[in-house]
T-cell receptor, first 113, second 114 residues
């Protein structure tokens, strides 16, 4: 594909509901990253995947957050029992391999009411 | 552990004036350093990166940054601001040889006045 794509672009949900955010990386990119950007803050690392290696989940803020990736393709970030503090822009990035430039998608703007 | 401090959450310059956005980092190992730009409602775009080659790094859109180890700084500059440079700028660090996750500063919003 031309770039990293994410869906939905905007999501409004009620507190307590589960949400799924999708990321399509650039074709052929083996590394995929999720970040969270809260209003007025920098990006916080959440998780990254590299090929078939175990993902680095060290940035996930709680056990309500999880992510999956099938092979070297699509990734889904799931937030269970959403809370208002989960409201943020969730950004996905991919790179051709680790230590290479990360290319970012446009993000999913999540609002939890 | 790595951290990034961007001095000034908002910077305002006149069109044609020098742009200087400050970034200081902390890293226990030699770092890779990055500047990203984010236009409204868009994802981040890489401006430039330092990966241990020349300390003066040139990027897109006329931006450049200089890695100064003694000052632990990686300030972003552009000699002459253009209206289209108005955006938010993020400095980021990642350690070499370790985890590849980027640690970002809180960002600096640049306003360019006509």
């Amino acid at each position: 594909g031309a770039g990293v794509s994410q869906s939905p672009s905007n999501k409004v949900t009620e507190k307590g509901k589960d949400v799924e955010l999708r990321c399509d990386p650039i074709s052929g990119h083996t590394a995929l990253y999720w970040y969270r950007q809260r209003l007025g803050q920098g990006l916080e690392f959440l998780i990254y995947f590299q090929g078939n290696s175990a993902p680095d989940k060290s940035g996930l803020p709680s056990d309500r957050f999880s992510a999956e990736r099938t092979g070297e393709s699509v990734s889904t970030l799931t937030i269970q029992r959403t809370q208002q503090e989960d409201s943020a822009v969730y950004l996905c990035a991919s790179s051709s391999q680790l230590r290479e430039t990360q290319y970012f998608g446009p993000g999913t703007r999540l609002l939890v009411l | 552990a790595q951290s990034v401090t961007q001095l000034g959450s908002h910077v305002s310059v006149s069109e044609g004036a020098l742009v200087l956005l400050r970034c200081n980092y902390s890293s226990s190992v030699p770092p890779y350093l990055f500047w990203y730009v984010q236009y409204p409602n868009q994802g981040l775009q890489l401006l430039l990166k330092y990966t241990s080659a020349a300390t003066l790094v040139k990027g897109i859109n006329g931006f450049e940054a200089e890695f100064k180890k003694s000052e632990t700084s990686f300030h972003l500059t552009k000699p002459s601001a253009h209206m289209s440079d108005a955006a938010e700028y993020f400095c980021a660090v990642s350690p070499r040889g370790g985890s590849e996750k980027l640690v970002f500063g809180k960002g600096t919003k640049l306003t360019v006045n006509p």
